[in-house]
């Protein structure tokens, strides 16, 4: 089982940049079966102080998933994610889509036969 953080705004409709982003829409994802479903929801617990780096509340929000997806994520931030094993994906789709978008790709991927 992986686990999918997908950085969210509007409800949860649209994806939000990583380094601004408030919480996470936890998900669930089995490599197997392909099947995905709705976890949890995790507020990182930024305070907005200008001097520290926001984006590393965030990460450690998130530290226990495998793969992230977000609309953008800044240099810095996604080294230090990718340091922590988590696949990053960027999309400009809705969450619906990026999801859906990750899950296909997946599925073609075990049609190859090598």
């Known amino acids: 089982m992986k686990k999918i953080a997908v950085a969210v705004k509007d409800n949860g409709k649209k994806l939000e940049h990583f380094g601004i982003c408030e919480y996470f829409l ?3 994802y089995d490599p197997n079966t392909h099947n ?3 976890n949890n929801v995790i507020f990182s617990s ?8 926001e984006w590393e ?3 450690d929000a998130i530290d226990s998933c495998d793969i992230l ?6 240099l810095s931030a996604k080294s230090e994610v990718e340091n922590r094993n988590i696949k990053v994906i960027e999309s400009n789709k809705s969450t619906e889509d990026a999801l859906d978008n990750y899950i296909n790709k997946q ?3 075990d049609d190859i036969i090598i």
């Open 36 to 38: 995905i479903e709705y």
């Open 26 to 28: 936890i998900y669930n």
């Open 46 to 53: 930024k305070d907005h102080d200008k001097n520290h780096e």
């Open 57 to 59: 509340k965030s990460a």
């Open 69 to 74: 997806i977000c609309q953008q994520i800044g």
């Open 107 to 109: 599925i073609k991927k």
